[in-house]
């Protein structure tokens, strides 16, 4: 009898400490879809709930980790309402004007957190082909963006067109995306910005320079990739790719500029892994509240100086004004109401720069591989029954809580210095095996004497 409670005390804890390393590892990717899905999975609430805890990721990570650099992004934003208030065709105008003054000033690299539908003007739109000449033509490597839509974005009625006019979103039945939700995004139909001149010119390499702009549900979390589908032209979906996300291509692209073609390989190591770390801090756009903020530019001040905007059409380099900074990465963006994210709520341009900071001074903290953190689990639980095993029970849990305190300063330590850390849940193992094992042993004197 007594051998058979014992099998059966060991089978129950065994698929406990399962459960307590595989639920962590569920929540810790569910805050990897994307932001405003509308069917988000369950364990997202679970995680979110823990992220907003008054201890959280936020409070361990930034407890000494690493010191704040200058700036390397700075924002040009488009906020005057002239000009966010005209056709999208003449906005384009604006912005091949905005993009050669940018150019004029010689930073390392351009971003643009902004996307272009393909069919939103008509051919041969003067607007679309200044836009078109001025970031093919550019000196300065320019990385554009691509939208994408999750499933509650999408034109419900395949075959009503004239409600989706002028919308480039691609119209997919909802029933046939149900059928294929791992891709969980789909690619919208934008411009091509496709030099052939530059292909192999030095700084503008347009060809490969695509990020997609999708912020993570989590926006603690820097996205790296997105599996997307691209519709093909009867309206069905292809194949899913991987594609990278805006900041990736930025901090990339801006590494190969200054380091003669190379690529870090701590950023190298983070893609392969295809896990998005957790940025160490977010900081706000610069302000009378936070001078260390990330300095954002008015773009029509740029562009024209102190000229009213109804004039923005004269406006020539003699007009042109100062940037508010010197930081060598520019992000040109557009302000809209809408783009809003997490809480307190942070503009989606100010986010975007803080990952591609994050990523260029390894301003964030990744996860050990899932592999590694499995075998140092199963090493820990091993060596809970080691100790168990060789000494009586109460020298036993002395040693097993010694244990414990020492596994969790070492972790915080690696956390701190190198970045890398375990999925704090699973370091709920630590705690939770010799109290298992303790408790185990004690019903066992219990009923045995």
């Excluded at 320019?142 to 004239?162: G, H, L």
């Excluded at 996860?367 to 639980?381: D, F, G, H, M, Y």
Aim: aromatic share 8%; hydrophobic share 45%.
């Amino acid at each position: 009898m007594a051998s058979k409670f014992t099998a059966l005390a060991r089978t129950f804890r065994f698929i406990g400490y399962i459960v307590v390393v595989s639920v962590p590892l569920l929540v810790e990717h569910a805050g990897e879809i994307p932001e405003k899905d509308a069917h988000p999975p369950p364990l997202y609430r679970l995680s979110n709930l823990v992220l907003h805890a008054p201890i959280g990721y936020d409070a361990v990570t930034r407890l000494g980790f690493r010191h704040a650099m200058p700036h390397l992004v700075q924002i040009v934003r488009v906020r005057d309402q002239q000009i966010m208030s005209l056709p999208v065709c003449q906005k384009r105008l604006f912005l091949a004007k905005l993009v050669k003054a940018v150019e004029e000033i010689h930073p390392s690299l351009i971003a643009l957190d902004i996307w272009f539908p393909q069919n939103a003007c008509p051919s041969n739109d003067p607007g679309t082909d200044a836009l078109l000449e001025s970031i093919q033509g550019s000196s300065v490597p320019i990385v554009v963006s691509m939208e994408t839509y999750p499933p509650s974005e999408f034109a419900k009625i395949a075959n009503d067109q004239t409600a989706n006019k002028g919308d480039d979103r691609p119209v997919v039945s909802e029933a046939q995306f149900e059928q294929t939700r791992t891709g969980r995004l789909v690619l919208g139909r934008d411009l091509t910005f496709r030099s052939e001149s530059h292909k192999n010119g030095p700084g503008n390499v347009m060809l490969v320079n695509v990020g997609l702009v999708r912020i993570a549900a989590d926006i603690k979390k820097i996205p790296l990739t997105w599996p997307v589908y691209e519709v093909q032209p009867n309206g069905d979906l292809g194949d899913v790719r991987v594609m990278p996300s805006l900041s990736l291509v930025a901090a990339e692209t801006y590494e190969r500029e200054i380091s003669n073609g190379r690529v870090s390989s701590r950023l190298r190591d983070l893609v392969d892994a295809e896990a998005f770390p957790y940025i160490t801090s977010l900081s706000p756009e610069k302000s009378a509240g936070a001078p260390n903020g990330i300095p954002v530019t008015d773009a029509l001040k740029l562009v024209c100086g102190s000229l009213p905007a109804a004039d923005w059409t004269r406006c020539g380099a003699e007009n042109r004004s100062a940037l508010v900074s010197v930081a060598p990465i520019v992000m040109i963006s557009q302000w809209t109401s809408s783009d809003v994210h997490g809480d307190p709520p942070m503009p989606g341009d100010v986010l975007q720069a803080n990952y591609m900071e994050a990523l260029l001074e390894e301003s964030y903290i990744a996860p050990v591989p899932e592999r590694s953190t499995l075998v140092l689990n199963i090493c820990w639980i091993l060596l809970v029954e080691v100790i168990f095993f060789i000494w009586p029970t109460p020298r036993a849990v002395k040693y097993a809580v010694f244990a414990t305190l020492a596994i969790l300063g070492i972790t915080y330590f690696i956390l701190l210095e190198w970045g890398y850390f375990l999925v704090f849940w699973t370091l709920a193992l630590a705690v939770i095996s010799p109290m298992v094992r303790y408790f185990e042993e004690l019903k066992h004197v219990l009923v045995h004497g």
